[in-house]
């Protein structure tokens, strides 16, 4: 089906910048949209930045102007770009793919294993 690796997380210094990439497998034509959500200690998973396929981003408010969300569909890998770092962004980040067309016995929805990202003061 669909198997998603992240790489790219790690410790980091307040002003910062670092890359994640997700390297997707499987049946990833079948897949629309990418996405990097993110969860601190203690606090509900959150999206971070959403891309489709045809090139549609939204990110949310914390991470405008700071985050970069791209895509490579040939190599079916998404990358997130953060610059700026804050002590706020620490989290544990995790790739998300989505079909907009289900599939007979498969999820429409997978998850990566997650990528600690920690800003240092």
């Known amino acids: 089906q669909v198997q998603l690796e992240e790489s790219g997380g790690g410790l980091v210094q307040a002003g910062g910048s670092l890359r994640l990439s997700c390297k997707g497998s499987?049946?990833?034509?079948?897949?629309?949209?990418m996405a990097w959500y993110r969860q601190a200690p203690e606090k509900e998973r959150e999206l971070v930045a959403r891309?489709?396929?045809?090139?549609?981003?939204n990110y949310a408010e914390s991470v405008k102007g700071r985050f970069t969300i791209s895509r490579d569909n040939a190599e079916n890998t998404v990358y997130l770009l953060m610059d700026s770092l804050k002590s706020e962004d620490t989290a544990v980040y995790y790739c998300?793919?989505?079909?907009?067309?289900?599939?007979?016995?498969?999820?429409?929805?997978?998850w990566g294993q997650g990528t600690k990202v920690t800003v240092s003061s």
């Open positions: 891309i489709t396929r045809g090139g549609s981003i």
């Open positions: 499987g049946m990833m034509n079948t897949i629309n949209a």
């Open positions: 998300h793919a989505k079909r907009l067309i289900s599939i007979a016995s498969a999820p429409d929805e997978y």
